[in-house]
């Protein structure tokens, strides 16, 4: 079974610009959640979607947006980067029935902006 | 959600039992302990979790103590592949918590030759 999949794995933009990066979950899984991971504040959960909606929410600014499609694709939007958006992203993918459904994780997207 | 600690690195010979520990000891009675780990820039990998019981699968054993305040992950014969951070995370059953997995600053395990 294919595996979570993130494109682009690495990207670069300057201050100002909009992103979007994109998830591919594991077949069959319908939660899609988006981590930020950074060297100053680790790994922090970002929001969370099942279904096409958005089940869960971190302390993130609204620059920071997503959706899911019917097939459990999900995408990640950050509007007017500020230095500080250089991070790692990554998804991650679970069955969503339950809180403890395990999440497998994609291999991430490197953002960095200039 | 239960706070975890974790020693922020650690040694291990190749071939030897790397025996990572974690205290977590505001754990309540319905939340899991999870291990994940992450090699250098990739994204985090799922090892184990367990709630009361010890658990083991192909990659590791978990031993929770009796009063759920600390675990131990245990990996039984190390390999340099093995060399990652490791992040000991307690998980809630709370509905708040869907998808939402809180990651501390783990340990990092060196294996060496």
């Known amino acids: 079974k294919a595996g979570v999949t993130q494109t682009p794995r690495y990207l670069i933009k300057t201050r100002g610009q909009q992103v979007t990066l994109s998830c591919s979950p594991i077949s069959g899984h319908r939660s899609v959640s988006w981590y930020q991971q950074t060297p100053g504040q680790g790994l922090q959960f970002l929001f969370e979607y099942f279904s096409e909606t958005q089940r869960n929410k971190g302390n993130f600014p609204g620059r920071f947006s997503g959706r899911q499609f019917s097939n459990s694709r999900s995408e990640m939007n950050v509007s007017t980067l500020e230095l500080g958006d250089s991070a790692l992203y990554l998804c991650?993918?679970?069955?969503?029935?339950?809180?403890?459904?395990?999440?497998?994780f994609g291999p991430g997207t490197r953002l960095t902006v200039l | 959600d239960a706070k975890t600690t974790q020693p922020p690195s650690m040694d291990c010979a190749e071939g030897r039992a790397a025996n990572l520990p974690c205290n977590h000891s505001t754990i309540s009675g319905n939340e899991y302990v999870y291990w994940y780990r992450q090699i250098h820039s990739q994204g985090p990998q799922y090892i184990i979790h367990?709630?009361?019981n010890n658990e083991t699968n192909e990659m590791a054993s978990l031993i929770i103590t009796e009063d759920r305040k600390s675990s131990t992950l245990i990996l039984p014969h190390a390999t340099l592949r093995d060399t990652a951070v490791y992040y000991c995370i307690v998980e809630s059953l709370r509905s708040s918590n869907t998808g939402k997995l809180i990651f501390g600053q783990g340990t990092t395990l060196q294996v060496k030759p």
């Open positions: 367990g709630l009361k």
């Open positions: 991650a993918s679970s069955l969503g029935r339950a809180v403890t459904d395990t999440q497998y």
